[in-house]
Structures are given as C-alpha cells and as structure tokens.
C-alpha cells in the first residue's frame, strides 16, 4: 500500500499541494470569523445540580459577578480638593456606556425619614463637596453613621475605601466590556496623577478582562517566539534554509487550519485554545524532522533523490501516521471530559495533530522532489560527532550496564513516590498570576481592608410567599448574617435584612445606635414606611423575588484556594445554616461564582484523571493490534510511565500543586512521548527481520538510526515547550517546563530504558506463518532495498533541459547496473 502511496505523492505533488493551497485559503478566510471568549469560563457541566440553580439564582436576582471595585487608603482622600476629584472620577464612570451603578463615598444616598408622606426617601448623603476641611469632615461623620455602608464601601477603622461599580450583563460578557474596563483604568490613572493617590482594581471584570488582554498578546508572543526556537534548532541540525523554510511552511498551514478550525465550530479563543497554536509548532516539527532525516539518511545510501523521497514515504509514513495518531489521543481523549473548555481544547488540537501528518507527508517529498538533492554539508549533521558519541555511549550502556539502568530508574521511582505522596490539590479564582503582579498584590489590598472582593450568595428560601418579610425570619437571616461577619474570610454581608436595619436606623434620624431589626412593638409603624416604598433603584429586586418568598444574602469572600474554601462551606458555614433553620421549614443554599469555580476545578482534575487513563487505554489497546504481543505492549509503555511518575514527583517535591493547568500536562506528554517508543520499535522489527532475529543488533541498530531522530525531535520539544516559562500565567509556566521536563525524560527511557528491556525480555523470535499488523505493513519490515519506484505511475515533469524526469531516473538505474 505505502508503495502505491509514495508513488501517488510523487506522481500527483502538484496537485495535492494545489488541494492543501485551496484548504488553507478556505481557512484563513473562516479564520478572519474568529471570536475571542469573553465569558467566565463554565467548568461545572450545565446539567450539573449546582449550576441549574447558579443559573436560576441568575434568572432571579441577576448576576452576582458584574461588580468591578477600586480601592484605596490614603488620608489625602479626605481633604475638599481631592475628594472633589473623588466625586469628579466617580461621575465620569456613572457616566460611561455599559454602567449600571456606582457606589462610592461621594455619591452615597442615605435612607431618610419622610414624615408627611410616612415613607423612606434616599437623598445624597453630600449634596455638594465644601471648601473647607471642618464642613467636609463633618460630612464624613454622618456618612460613618450610615451602618449600612460600614464594611461594604469604607473601612472605619483605617479610612480604606471602595468603589463599587455595576457593569451591565450585555457589556459584561461582550468585547465591549475590554474597553469599558480600558476606559476605567485610563481616567482611575489620570486620578491618581492629579492627586498622588493609588489606585486598586479587582473584582471578576477587571481579572477577566485583564487576562483576556494577557491571552491575546501571549497568543502572538508565543506563536512567533515557537516559530524562532524551532526553526533556529532545525537549521542547526540541517543546515539548511530548505530543511526550515518548508517545514515551517507545513506548521504555518497548520496553525492557519487550527484557527480556522476554532471558527468552523463556532468555539471561541480561550486561555486552553489560545495555546493550540504554538503546541501545533512544537508538535508538528517532529513529523518534518523524522521526514528529513530519514532522507538524508536514504540518499546518503544510494545519492538517488526520487527514491529516497520514495522510500522515506514507504519506510516511515505508516509510523507517522501511527505516532500522529497517538499524539492526537493524548488531546481528543480531553474532548471526553463534561467540560467545555476541555472539550473544545481536545478536537481543535486533535484534529489539527492529525492534520499534521497528512500536510507533512504530502509537502515534504512533493516540495523536495523540486529541490535540488542535498549537498554533503546538508549531509554533514548525518555524522555530527557529538551526537555520534552520545548515541554510542547509549549503545554501550544498554549492551554493559543495562541493570545500572534498571537500578537508577527504580531508585527514581522510588524517590517520585515519595514526591508524589506529598502532591496537593488546590485552586483559586485568581490562579496563575504572579504573586508579585499587580492583580495579586491589589487582590490583596482587599482581602487586608475588606476581607475579599470573590462573589458568593447565600439564598434563603422562606417557604412562604411574602415569608421574606415576617420578623421571625428576618431575624433567624439576621443571626446567620452575623456569624458570616465575624468569620474571618467573609465580608459584611448584604441583603433585605440590612435594608431592614437602615430602615429602621433612618426612621430614628439615622442614630448609629438604632441600626438593627425592629422589635415587635417598632415593627408595624417602621413596616408602614415600607409598605409602600417605590424601588427605583432596583434595590429591592436584587435582594428579593417577585413572590417575597426568596431572599439573597449576598457575600464576597477572600481567594483562599479550593482546599479553605470547601472547608468553609462545608464545615462552617453550612453546619451554622442547618442548626440556625432547624425545625423553621426555611432553608438556605449556597451558591454563587465563587463555589462554583471552585467546584469546576474539582471536576476538571477529575475529568483530567479520566482522560490519561483513556489515552493509557487507548494507546494500550493501539500498541496491542501493532503488536499483537502483551510483552511488547508492557515494554513499550513502562518507558513512557516513568517519565510521567518522575514529573509528578518533582511536582511533590517543589510544592507544585495539582490543578487543572498541571493536570493538563500528563495526558499531552504521554500522547507525544509515545511517538519515540512507536519509532524505536519499528525500526527494531524492521531490523530483526534484517539481521536474522539477532537482537543484540537490531538494538544497536535501532539506536544508531533513530536515535538521532529522537534526540532531535526531543530537542526541539524540550525548547518549544520551555518557552512558555516566559508567560505571566503560572498554569502556562507549568504546562511548560513540567511538559518539556517529561518529554526529555521520556527520550532518555525510550534510548536507554526501552532497549534494555528488549534485552532483557524480549527474545527476538517471531512465528514465520503469524504476523501482527505492523509487520503485514507493506515494505515495514522488509529490507527489499532493490524495489524500484513504478516509473510508469509516475509521469513527471520535465526537468531544466528538457529531459523527462522518469526517464533519467531509469538511466541511473541503467548505470548503477
């Protein structure tokens, strides 16, 4: 069959290159569709219990993750010029397109008592801003009376302040809202040239639109930085502008499929999608480095071009078919996982992979057969001596001292053992950002002044229409509001309550002492006032439903990490909810993005778990139809294990904890590391049959052939994945050095490790009437070097005088006779 193949390649080149010309135009269009994600990445599957309710907890009271805040701590602030330009910048924001709200000192309302009308009025709580320091600090006294506002947007005992904007749900998950958050941050930096005073940002908006910014630039960053890395080393190894230029011309059209892929479906560039293109670059160069080796390899034999290009067709394109496949398992398994990041991921990267293989095997040979033959200094790395003497040290080692290898690697599983009993898991919502960057240390500001700014609801189900409203209730609200006050992790909480207790505080003039739940006797004539309250701020609404039924005890939480956040809902807050409304017939669920978040990460480990046992499964069961021996299928997979065991270790050891990021990592290298053993192992059939099932030489040949071939391809993975050390996103950072980490590992057990249990176990032996399928492959394991090209299927172009190509390859052939 590959015979056939080649010669189609070879035969029909210029129009398979036309075809994959047309395919790559029609992606670069889909391409120009391509949509960035805006939205708060779902990890918790849709069908999930918990998100139906996060998503009618939405539908009821609107999102709980819309609120952008900027803080601050400066006594600066307080004097009549600066909190001018405190109110001026307050207003400009109120004032942008996609602004629901702004809260902040300046603009407060406070509640107050209209006697006439015997109803609750909200009237600035400033008017206008005083000249003089005694009015303004005056002001601010009665504004520290406002109970309401205490802990939410100021911090009486350090003067710390916030401001808390609403953005519109349209804007919020738009491309609109990048530039609202732009404009945000431009006139917050004009406010604090004017006065000297620091701002800082944090809440999901700003995070997300931040880190969306960080995706795009590192998307171009990488993309270019993998294509600089890999071509550098390639024209090292090759020396050759041809061996780059056309291999990257491959990867180009790959990169330019995986964008147009991403469109075609309809997905949208995430973090996870938004690295595809720079893995396709490290990925794919294998494939072209495999291609060209073996060809230089072949016509260094023989100095006949179109066979070489023939044979390296014949010889390794069922192997590259195989390991392509096998790289693409270790992302499409991802798309088995109920997530939909994950899912997008896995079939954009593994269809793409996939792709590789057959762009690769149709321009490499097609475009080479135009190209003049390889010159001896192209041919030179065919002997570099440094690789020599290191695939001849290897050689030595496997044949002398295999068991000084089978010992160093079950002292370092052993030691990874360790490490990987220390390994933790945990998350958080701000996750990968530098501890030094400025999202964190802001973060941080608010965790120190306002104890978190992470959204999280409570929703209290009375049981009853208008069951919101009877004081028994309020107070049982009210009771679980100042146990969650006093944790330390929690902020002051806000709901109906709250607006109860400053209902009350305004109908005594706003006396701090009086701000609490009415007592039975204050009751009917404070609930008078309410009765009839208009709720043109769409406050009300926010808190309760249309029944009176619900209520929303709205929270925001510090970024402790998965670990402390499932502790504080599970054994604190929940234990205090449960003995509060025992016997009540009311309940009370905890909901909201954060514990959503973090649940999604506990399913995307999960998930990710699942998928390295698949990929392991499936690449098992791949193994078990090539070779068809339950030996082999353990051979070939021990060396590929280690590396993934040892990585875990190192993670143990180095306090780097299991998260999604990480987790990401096992199940891709796995898929690529074992294209190495795929490789050594058909070389090493093809040279048993050669060698009269010797196995002693088929082993020192399979080193010498392709261990070049892995130590390059090993090389250029190592460098193309440790680029990504140099992102802002520690995730990002993980993925790769822990991946370039095990990929180099990986190398060293498929060249040292892998042939010495070949040694060890494997007798060389093989039934003369029962081949497995790797050995039914056409020319696999033959070494029939004298079958020629079927000059007749290929009727080439004419060459530069005139002669046909065909036939100037039968009068080599007539001379080499």
Do not use: C
């Not at 965790?447 to 609801?457: D, K, L, Q, R, V």
């Amino acid at each position: 069959m590959w015979t056939n193949v080649a010669h189609n390649i070879i035969k029909f080149r210029l129009h398979l290159i036309i075809l994959l010309a047309i395919v790559t135009a029609f992606m670069g269009y889909k391409s120009q569709e391509i949509e960035w994600s805006y939205d708060l990445a779902k990890t918790v599957p849709e069908h999930d219990p918990e998100m139906i309710y996060f998503e009618e907890f939405k539908k009821v009271f609107g999102e709980d993750g819309n609120i952008l805040a900027i803080g601050l701590k400066d006594s600066a602030i307080y004097t009549p010029e600066n909190f001018q330009k405190f109110k001026t910048l307050s207003q400009e924001i109120e004032d942008f397109e996609g602004i629901n709200e702004v809260l902040s000192l300046p603009l407060l309302q406070a509640l107050v008592r209209d006697k006439v009308n015997r109803k609750f009025e909200l009237t600035p709580a400033i008017e206008e801003i005083p000249a003089d320091q005694a009015t303004l600090d005056s002001l601010l006294q009665n504004i520290n009376n406002l109970e309401y506002y205490n802990g939410q947007i100021s911090n009486a005992s350090n003067g710390a302040t916030v401001v808390l904007i609403t953005i519109e749900k349209e804007v919020l998950n738009s491309p609109k809202r990048q530039d609202l958050v732009n404009r945000i941050v431009k006139v917050g930096d004009k406010f604090s040239k004017d006065t000297g005073i620091e701002l800082h940002y944090a809440g999901l908006p700003f995070v997300r639109s931040t880190i969306a910014g960080k995706v795009k630039r590192e998307l171009n960053f990488f993309l270019m930085l993998s294509v600089l890395v890999t071509g550098f080393i390639m024209f090292l190894f090759f020396r050759s502008w041809d061996a780059v230029v056309f291999p990257m011309l491959v990867i180009g059209i790959i990169v330019i499929w995986t964008i147009g892929t991403i469109a075609l479906f309809g997905f949208k560039i995430t973090l996870l999608t938004g690295l595809i293109p720079p893995i396709i670059v490290v990925i794919g160069i294998p494939n072209s480095i495999y291609l060209l080796n073996k060809y230089h390899q072949e016509y260094s034999i023989h100095g006949n071009k179109m066979k070489a290009l023939s044979r390296v067709v014949r010889k390794i394109g069922i192997v590259t078919l195989i390991t392509n496949f096998t790289t693409a398992i270790g992302f499409v398994v991802l798309a088995s996982a109920d997530i939909i990041i994950l899912k997008e991921f896995g079939i954009v990267a593994g269809i793409n992979i996939f792709a590789t293989f057959f762009v690769s095997i149709i321009l490499i040979p097609g475009v080479f057969s135009y190209l003049p033959p390889p010159s001896k200094r192209q041919l030179k790395h065919l002997g570099f001596q440094p690789l020599d003497a290191t695939l001849t040290f290897l050689d030595f080692m496997v044949h002398r001292h295999k068991n000084v290898i089978f010992i160093t690697t079950a002292i370092l599983i052993l030691v990874s053992s360790y490490g990987i009993y220390k390994l933790d898991s945990v998350s958080y919502m701000v996750d990968d950002i530098p501890e030094e960057s400025v999202i964190k240390k802001d973060l941080r500001f608010f965790e120190e002044n306002f104890s978190g700014i992470m959204p999280m609801e409570i929703v209290v189900d009375t049981g009853k229409k208008k069951g919101v409203m009877q004081l028994k209730n309020l107070r049982k609200v009210a009771e679980l509001e100042d146990f969650l006050a006093d944790q330390k992790f929690i902020s002051k909480p806000v709901s109906i309550v709250s607006f109860v207790k400053a209902a009350k505080q305004a109908y005594y003039n706003n006396n701090p002492k009086f701000y609490g739940l009415p007592n039975n006797q204050e009751r009917s004539f404070i609930f008078s006032y309410l009765r009839d309250q208009s709720d043109d701020s769409g406050l009300l609404n926010s808190f309760v439903d249309s029944t009176g039924q619900k209520m929303r005890v709205s929270l925001k939480v510090a970024d402790i990490g998965s670990k402390k956040m499932d502790s504080l809902i599970g054994e604190v807050i929940n234990p205090k909810i449960d003995e509060i409304f025992a016997d009540s017939g009311i309940t009370a669920t905890v909901t909201g993005t954060t514990p959503l978040f973090i649940k999604g990460n506990r399913f995307l480990i999960e998930n990710l778990r699942f998928s390295l046992l698949l990929a392991f499964l499936i690449i098992s069961l791949i193994m078990a139809v090539l070779f068809k021996n339950f030996r082999m299928i353990l051979i070939s997979l021990v060396p590929n294990i280690v590396p993934l065991l040892i990585t875990a270790g190192i993670m143990g050891f180095f306090n780097i904890p299991l998260k999604p990021s990480t987790a990401l990592i096992f199940s891709i290298a796995f898929g690529i590391s074992v294209d190495d053993s795929i490789h050594f192992l058909a070389k090493y059939r093809q040279e048993l049959f050669s060698n009269n099932f010797f196995v002693p030489i088929a082993i020192s040949k399979s080193i010498r052939e392709t261990g070049a071939s892995m130590i390059y391809t090993s090389i250029v993975l190592f460098a193309g994945f440790v680029i990504f050390a140099a992102s802002d996103f520690g995730g990002t950072v993980a993925l790769g050095v822990l991946a370039s980490t095990t990929l180099l590992i990986a190398m060293i057990t498929n060249l040292g490790l892998l042939p010495s249990l070949l040694l060890t176990f494997d007798d060389g032996k093989r039934k003369k009437d029962s081949h497995p399928l790797i050995e039914q492959l056409e020319d696999f394991y033959q070494e029939d070097e004298d079958e020629e090209i079927d000059l007749d299927l290929i009727k080439m172009e004419s060459t530069e005088n005139g002669q046909d190509l065909s036939q100037v390859m039968k009068e080599n052939k007539e001379k080499e006779i």
